[in-house]
C-alpha cells in the first residue's frame, strides 16, 4: 500500500514520541452476513477490553490502546496496528492478545505467529 | 510520556509499511459539561468527514483515515494523531484540516502552527 509520493519520515525538529506504543485495535462492525465481515463481528470489542485491562494490571507505560474505525483488513480481522512501528496483528482469544502484550510490549520484539504481513490484503472491490 | 522499558523500534525482518500514513482522528464524545471536553463536542467528526473527502480529491495513496477513541489529549482537541511519525495535530477548521493534507501528507513536511507538543498533557487527575 505504500506508493512514490514524498516519504515520510520523523524530523529531528517534531517532539518527542507521545506514548511509546500506540495500539489501534479495529472495532469497526457491519451488518450480519456482510461479504467481508468486520473485526467486531470476529470478537475485536472484547479482545479490546481484554488489552486495556491487562495493559494496566503489567504496569505497562507509556502505552495507549484505542479502539479505531475500519482498518480495511476485515478478512483478517480481528485486525490491530501497533505504531510507531506499524505492526499489525490479528488475535483471536485472550491468550493471542497475552502473547501480543508479552512479545511486543514487554519484551519489545515480536508475536510473529500472530502477525499480517503484506500479503494479508484485502481481495480487489468489485 | 515515555518511559525507560524497552524501546520499541521496526525490526528489519517486518513486514513492509502498510499504511504510508495512517490519521486516526480522536471522535470521543463526553456528555455537555463534562470538565475535560471531548473532541466530538469540540466538532472532530465532521473535520475527520472532511479530511476523508479531501485526501479522496487530492488522490493520495497510500493513505488511511479512522477515528479513534479518546487518544487522552481532550483539552487540546479536536487531537489527530499521523503515525508511523506520530505527530500530532490539533485542527479547529476546514481550513485547518487542508494545511495539514498540505503540509504533511502532500509535501511530507509539517503544519507546525497547528502542531501539539510535548507541553500540551492534561492536567494531573485528582
Same mark, same amino acid.
Given at each position: 500500500?505504500?506508493?512514490?509520493?514524498?516519504?515520510?519520515?520523523?524530523?529531528?525538529?517534531?517532539?518527542?514520541?507521545?506514548?511509546?506504543?500506540?495500539?489501534?485495535?479495529?472495532?469497526?462492525?457491519? =451488518?450480519?452476513?456482510?461479504?467481508?465481515?468486520?473485526?467486531?463481528?470476529?470478537?475485536?470489542?472484547?479482545?479490546?477490553?481484554?488489552?486495556?485491562?491487562?495493559?494496566?494490571?503489567?504496569?505497562?507505560?507509556?502505552?495507549?490502546?484505542?479502539?479505531?474505525?475500519?482498518?480495511?483488513?476485515?478478512?483478517? &480481522? =480481528?485486525?490491530?496496528?501497533?505504531?510507531?512501528?506499524?505492526?499489525?496483528?490479528? =488475535?483471536?482469544?485472550?491468550?493471542?492478545?497475552?502473547?501480543?502484550?508479552?512479545?511486543?510490549?514487554?519484551? &519489545? &520484539?515480536?508475536?510473529?505467529?500472530?502477525?499480517?504481513?503484506?500479503?494479508?490484503? =484485502?481481495?480487489?472491490?468489485?
Amino acid at each position: 500500500m505504500t506508493d512514490a509520493l514524498t516519504d515520510l519520515a520523523v524530523e529531528p525538529q517534531d517532539p518527542p514520541a507521545y506514548f511509546r506504543a500506540h495500539v489501534f485495535v479495529c472495532c469497526n462492525r457491519r =451488518p450480519d452476513g456482510h461479504r467481508r465481515g468486520s473485526c467486531a463481528a470476529r470478537g475485536s470489542e472484547a479482545l479490546r477490553d481484554y488489552m486495556k485491562v491487562r495493559a494496566k494490571e503489567l504496569g505497562l507505560g507509556g502505552i495507549r490502546i484505542n479502539q479505531a474505525g475500519c482498518l480495511d483488513r476485515c478478512e483478517f &480481522g =480481528p485486525a490491530l496496528v501497533i505504531y510507531p512501528e506499524g505492526v499489525w496483528y490479528s =488475535p483471536q482469544t485472550r491468550e493471542d492478545v497475552d502473547a501480543i502484550l508479552q512479545a511486543h510490549l514487554v519484551e &519489545g &520484539g515480536r508475536a510473529r505467529q500472530l502477525m499480517l504481513t503484506e500479503h494479508d490484503v =484485502p481481495p480487489p472491490k468489485g
